[in-house]
């Protein structure tokens, strides 16, 4: 089967996190918390599945590339490449900040740079992952990161205010630091993936990942249980930075194990079952340009220059469901205009 149609789970998977980003961020702009408690739990829960898949997707992904590469992934060339992609997305990021959110700082810390800077991490420590033991040795180093920034929140707390470019930067939305624990994770299991594919089916793989992030759920369900937080589900049991969410024990358990299961799943339906809708494709495939325009669209055109504020549900879902519409003719276009490029180029070099 092609590489590239081996890859149409991740698409797919990709372009599902898309949606539900566009789910959180409508659900922030678009309704008031006179919406009751469905709004506050529809951010909540969107919130803990969109960027943390994006986010493992980094990792997950690099591996693909790399594996191939495995007697020498440490290239100049390749290092190169990943470093100017890494650089390419944080300045994305920045520019996301002047065109979008103007009234804060361009500056400030996000998604996207989080993203840029994991690429250029991940990059520099896949080599790594040729030698006996270095997969467990990052795995360890992403847990012993976070449960680092655990400790050290009640220190960071009064620390940021009296250093406040540093939690601009890099305590801000998304922030690296734990955020990238996550990417090293995907990255891991990324190449634990290749290397089951280079050993013969990988189906056996997506199962073991299926009922580990099954376990991770119900240890999660457990443990709200046992230690509830009020309200059951919410942003009170994680801590908060700088005015930013930052997932606590629980809710780490447990979007590992939601997007472990998301993984397997997409894996069963894409490669096993054949299901591959091109839109879901498209979307993913189109999802770094998506996800700055369609906060143009949800954010600077509708929340701040039209302030549209929906009072009705349904409303809600069909506004919803036509911002989806516009992101895949968005998507479509995109690919059509990119396919197209290189013929534009070489026409204009021709006339000139």
């Not at 590239?4 to 961020?25: C, K, S, Y």
């Not at 900040?97 to 420590?125: A, D, K, R, Y």
Request: aromatic residues 14%; contains cysteine.
């Amino acid at each position: 089967m092609p590489e590239r149609a081996r890859l149409a789970f991740l698409d797919v998977l990709r372009g599902v996190a898309l949606i539900v980003m566009v789910l959180n961020h409508t659900s922030r702009w678009w309704i008031d918390r006179q919406m009751g408690w469905w709004r506050y739990w529809l951010v909540y829960g969107t919130v803990t599945v969109a960027a943390p898949i994006f986010l493992f997707l980094v990792g997950f992904v690099l591996p693909v590339s790399l594996h191939k590469a495995a007697s020498d992934p440490a290239a100049p060339s390749r290092v190169a490449s990943y470093l100017r992609r890494g650089v390419q997305i944080i300045a994305a990021g920045l520019l996301l900040n002047l065109v979008v959110f103007p009234e804060e700082s361009v500056w400030s810390g996000g998604v996207l740079q989080t993203i840029g800077l994991s690429i250029i991490v991940m990059t520099l420590l896949a080599p790594l992952l040729r030698h006996r033991g270095g997969g467990t040795a990052l795995l360890v180093l992403a847990v012993a990161a976070y449960l680092v920034f655990l400790a050290m929140h009640p220190r960071l707390v009064p620390w940021l205010p009296a250093h406040p470019m540093v939690g601009l930067i890099l305590f801000f939305d998304y922030a690296p630091w734990p955020w990238i624990s996550v990417v090293l994770v995907g990255l891991v299991l990324g190449w634990w993936w290749r290397e089951a594919a280079a050993r013969g089916p990988d189906a056996p793989f997506f199962a073991r990942l299926a009922a580990v992030g099954g376990a991770l759920m119900l240890v999660a369900l457990a443990a709200e249980w046992r230690w509830p937080s009020t309200p059951h589900i919410g942003f009170t049991r994680d801590p908060g930075l700088n005015g930013h969410w930052i997932p606590g024990p629980i809710t780490i358990v447990w979007i590992f194990g939601t997007v472990f299961v998301l993984l397997s799943l997409f894996y069963w339906l894409c490669e096993v079952k054949g299901w591959r809708p091109r839109w879901l494709v498209v979307l993913g495939q189109t999802a770094l340009m998506l996800y700055f325009v369609h906060q143009i669209i949800a954010y600077s055109l509708v929340s701040k220059w039209l302030h549209t504020s929906f009072e009705s549900w349904a409303v809600f879902w069909l506004a919803n469901a036509g911002l989806v519409v516009i992101c895949i003719g968005l998507g479509y276009a995109w690919k059509a205009i990119r396919s197209r490029a290189p013929a534009l180029r070489a026409l204009v070099a021709a006339r000139g």
